[in-house]
């Protein structure tokens, strides 16, 4: 498959000019809130966690949400390409609101203990598991193709600002307790059920996958995955930005400062050089469209090996410059990769794709976390950010020369 996949049917009116489209507007809004109440509840949950239990118990709760995730990811990418996408995410952003109400009358009335962190954190993650395929496919249901990558660069962007004002409204808001969090982060999921109630109508329609059995409708996902040499390189290609970048960024900054004894505030330092590289790589990636974004995403990601590199240098303009060259790139490829992945992807495997793209993340990137811990201390933080620049760098490049890439128009 080498071109763009055929159109959605238009089902309503055509929407207007995405940059005067107010439902959309209003979606992403909702969904900035909705990202800054995730933070403040993840601060909350972590804080709460290792001041109300041990380290190593503290540490099974932060991770625990993943587990759920994982295991019920796959059948949410069924029920995407099978059940009305507004009606599934509506279930989901209701299933959390009514966990978290509930956790916050448990924890007002006493009940300070670890179950109430876990039922929490699993019912998140079962429910994120279960709906997150589906809002992977609502814009290609609400916009035209040519406005896929506009839309999608402000999403990126939002999410971005999102987590940045999320962090310290977060460490403010723990400050009245954990049932102070839950409340924020109710309000906010509240904010995108209303909005996907009475604003959200979708103007185009999916072709939907038959009601065949589950495992026979997991299997076609997974097959179409397999055979379709697009959506093979594009999801090993997005699932490469996160497993070679995070452990770098989560790992490898950390080490390079406490080695280099810096002190902690070049830790932030790095960060906010990163989301600012970020959030202008994503802007530009808005405005720098035109044609063959695939391959130029995976230029861009290649040079990003040069960024993970240099966070390994110890000196702290090296690690700066590093920081800004990934933060840029990946604004850069994630806005033109993701716009172009809907795209490219067939409409009735869209969900099932956007699934097993997450479950990827999801088993990859804490895998790729401790090899990397463990490369640095059998070497050095300098040889572990090279190898892992390095292999994001030939990865990209190979993909970027890839036939099938290069004739994506």
Same mark, same amino acid.
């Given at each position: 498959?080498?071109?763009?996949?055929?159109?959605?049917?238009?089902?309503?009116?055509?929407?207007?000019?995405?940059?005067?489209?107010?439902?959309?507007?209003?979606?992403?809004?909702?969904?900035?809130?909705?990202?800054?109440?995730?933070? %403040?509840?993840?601060?909350?949950? $972590?804080?709460?966690? /290792?001041?109300?239990? +041990?380290? =190593?118990?503290?540490?099974? *709760? &932060?991770?625990?949400?993943?587990?759920?995730?994982?295991?019920?990811?796959?059948?949410?990418?069924?029920?995407?390409?099978?059940?009305?996408?507004?009606?599934?995410?509506?279930?989901?952003?209701?299933?959390?609101?009514?966990?978290?109400?509930?956790?916050?009358?448990?924890?007002?009335?006493?009940?300070?203990?670890?179950?109430?962190?876990?039922?929490?954190?699993?019912?998140?993650?079962?429910?994120?598991?279960?709906?997150?395929?589906?809002?992977?496919?609502?814009?290609?249901?609400?916009?035209?193709?040519?406005?896929?990558?506009?839309?999608?660069?402000?999403?990126?962007?939002?999410?971005?600002?999102?987590?940045?004002?999320?962090?310290?409204?977060?460490?403010?808001? %723990?400050?009245?307790?954990?049932? $102070?969090?839950?409340? /924020?982060?109710?309000? +906010?999921? =509240?904010?995108?059920?209303? *909005? &996907?109630?009475?604003?959200?109508?979708?103007?185009?329609?999916?072709?939907?996958?038959?009601?065949?059995?589950?495992?026979?409708?997991?299997?076609?996902?997974?097959?179409?995955?397999?055979?379709?040499?697009?959506?093979?390189?594009?999801?090993?290609?997005?699932?490469?930005?996160?497993?070679?970048?995070?452990?770098?960024?989560?790992?490898?900054?950390?080490?390079?400062?406490?080695?280099?004894?810096?002190?902690?505030?070049?830790?932030?330092?790095?960060?906010?050089?990163?989301?600012?590289?970020?959030?202008?790589?994503?802007?530009?990636?808005?405005?720098?469209?035109?044609?063959?974004?695939?391959?130029?995403?995976?230029?861009?990601?290649?040079?990003?090996?040069?960024?993970?590199?240099?966070?390994?240098?110890?000196?702290?303009?090296?690690?700066?410059?590093?920081?800004?060259?990934?933060?840029?790139?990946?604004?850069?490829?994630?806005?033109?990769?993701?716009?172009?992945?809907?795209?490219?992807?067939?409409?009735?495997?869209?969900?099932?794709?956007?699934?097993?793209?997450?479950?990827?993340?999801?088993?990859?990137?804490?895998?790729?976390?401790?090899?990397?811990?463990?490369?640095?201390?059998?070497?050095?933080?300098?040889?572990?950010?090279?190898?892992?620049?390095?292999?994001?760098?030939?990865?990209?490049?190979?993909?970027?020369?890839?036939?099938?890439?290069?004739?994506?128009?």
């Amino acid at each position: 498959m080498t071109a763009i996949v055929d159109e959605p049917v238009l089902v309503a009116a055509p929407p207007p000019p995405v940059r005067r489209d107010r439902m959309v507007h209003a979606y992403l809004a909702a969904s900035l809130v909705s990202a800054c109440g995730d933070t %403040v509840f993840t601060i909350g949950l $972590a804080w709460t966690a /290792v001041h109300l239990l +041990s380290p =190593g118990l503290a540490g099974v *709760v &932060l991770g625990i949400e993943l587990l759920p995730q994982a295991v019920c990811t796959l059948f949410g990418g069924v029920i995407a390409d099978r059940f009305d996408t507004r009606r599934v995410m509506m279930a989901g952003a209701a299933a959390r609101v009514v966990v978290l109400l509930l956790a916050t009358a448990a924890w007002q009335l006493g009940f300070h203990s670890a179950a109430v962190l876990f039922a929490v954190a699993i019912a998140f993650g079962t429910a994120a598991g279960l709906s997150s395929p589906a809002s992977a496919t609502l814009m290609r249901q609400l916009v035209a193709t040519r406005d896929l990558v506009t839309v999608g660069g402000w999403s990126q962007t939002g999410l971005r600002l999102a987590r940045l004002l999320g962090a310290p409204v977060g460490a403010a808001v %723990v400050q009245w307790g954990f049932g $102070a969090s839950m409340v /924020v982060d109710a309000i +906010s999921f =509240g904010a995108v059920l209303l *909005v &996907l109630a009475f604003v959200i109508r979708p103007r185009f329609r999916l072709p939907r996958a038959t009601h065949e059995p589950w495992h026979r409708a997991l299997r076609a996902g997974l097959s179409y995955v397999w055979r379709t040499p697009v959506a093979r390189t594009f999801l090993i290609g997005l699932a490469a930005m996160n497993v070679f970048v995070s452990p770098v960024m989560a790992v490898g900054v950390a080490l390079r400062v406490s080695g280099s004894h810096w002190g902690a505030t070049w830790l932030g330092i790095g960060e906010a050089v990163f989301a600012a590289g970020a959030i202008a790589g994503s802007l530009a990636g808005i405005r720098l469209q035109g044609s063959h974004l695939a391959r130029r995403a995976f230029s861009v990601l290649a040079i990003q090996g040069l960024g993970l590199a240099a966070v390994g240098v110890p000196s702290r303009l090296a690690l700066l410059a590093g920081m800004l060259t990934i933060g840029l790139t990946a604004g850069l490829g994630s806005v033109w990769l993701g716009g172009t992945f809907q795209r490219v992807i067939a409409p009735a495997q869209l969900g099932r794709a956007s699934s097993v793209s997450q479950l990827g993340d999801q088993l990859l990137i804490p895998a790729t976390m401790p090899l990397f811990g463990v490369l640095a201390a059998a070497s050095s933080v300098l040889t572990a950010t090279v190898t892992f620049g390095a292999g994001m760098s030939l990865l990209c490049v190979l993909f970027a020369t890839r036939p099938h890439i290069r004739a994506i128009p």
